[in-house]
């Protein structure tokens, strides 16, 4: 059961990778979703864009086999 976490800049092409992943069998999770992310204000009352805890907790506890790639 491994866990690899995509990152990168915006329009860099994480979701493209994912396809590529996907397409060879792989699981893959775009975390760029309001199923995955919720807008919260931080500490100086900004508006900013994070995991949903609890579902990405989920998720990364679910997954027993294989290899998961999750971009965010």
């Known amino acids: 059961m491994i866990r690899i976490l995509v990152t990168s800049m915006s329009g860099t092409g994480k979701s493209s990778v994912l396809q590529e992943l996907a397409c060879r069998g792989h ?3 775009d975390t760029d979703s ?3 992310c919720e807008w919260v204000t931080d500490g100086r009352g900004e508006p900013d864009w994070v995991w949903r805890e ?3 907790a989920e998720l990364l506890a679910g997954h027993t086999d294989g290899t998961l790639f999750v971009a965010g």
């Open 27 to 29: 699981r893959t999770v």
């Open 34 to 36: 309001d199923e995955w």
């Open 54 to 56: 609890d579902r990405m």
